[in-house]
């Protein structure tokens, strides 16, 4: 199945916090994990993204965790700031397999909320 | 400034009318896509091109039509046929090859 499903669907957080966003998927096919900020009204923006030959990987506050074999991905943000509000997406891609130009299968976002 | 445009950020239309969305980039970018956002969803693939002169369909093409006549342009139409055609359109470009998709900053279409 070509479906990303994420969780939680909303979350809130003390400045300071380490929200954790999850992520699961079936295709083993996939083989691009990239995660987006989106503000309100704004077009997402590329955070940090993971090949499933790594089981982690740090950008700055952001980090991914990737567990292959249960088909799971997940975000951390370090020492959350109220700037950090936003909805993140993560995704998933299987370019060459699909010859499906780099088609984005997206998970159905999280609402975080930093709370000063 | 590199980046992508999308024009207007805010777009009116009646029922029953073909409304044109604009996208543009000058990050020199073989590939360009479409997506749609609804409140509550993640992004859905409407249409994508990886040349000039080519496109195909993505998840939910139905009731809408692409062009790509220049490597810098990818406009979408949503014709009368999308039942509901209400949402926030989203365009974005990659490097040919590359899964890095880089999106612009939307056009919202409210059709009533």
């Known amino acids: 199945q070509q479906q990303v499903k994420q969780s939680p669907q909303s979350l809130i957080v003390q400045k300071g916090g380490i929200p954790i966003i999850n992520c699961a998927y079936e295709?083993?096919?996939?083989?691009?994990f990239p995660w987006y900020q989106q503000f309100p009204g704004k077009g997402p923006a590329l955070l940090i993204a993971i090949r499933p030959d790594v089981s982690e990987k740090k950008e700055g506050r952001f980090t991914i965790s990737f567990n292959k074999s249960a088909k799971q991905f997940s975000l951390h943000i370090m020492d959350s700031q109220p700037g950090d509000s936003a909805t993140y997406f993560c995704a998933a891609s299987a370019y060459m397999i699909y010859n499906q130009g780099g088609k984005l299968i997206f998970g159905q976002g999280t609402e975080l909320s930093v709370k000063p | 400034d590199g980046g992508i445009t999308q024009s207007p950020k805010y777009l009116f239309r009646k029922e029953g009318q073909n409304v044109t969305l604009s996208c543009e980039q000058n990050?020199?970018?073989?590939?360009m896509y479409w997506y749609r956002q609804d409140p509550g969803q993640g992004l859905r693939l409407i249409y994508y091109?990886?040349?000039?002169?080519?496109?195909q369909k993505g998840d939910i093409a139905e009731g809408y039509s692409v062009s790509r006549e220049k490597k810098e342009s990818f406009p979408l139409t949503v014709t009368s046929a999308q039942k509901n055609p209400t949402a926030f359109y989203l365009c974005a470009s990659s490097i040919a090859g590359k899964y890095e998709q880089y999106f612009g900053p939307g056009t919202r279409l409210t059709v009533t």
């Open positions: 990050l020199n970018h073989d590939a």
């Open positions: 091109s990886q040349i000039v002169n080519d496109f």
């Open positions: 295709n083993t096919a996939f083989d691009y």
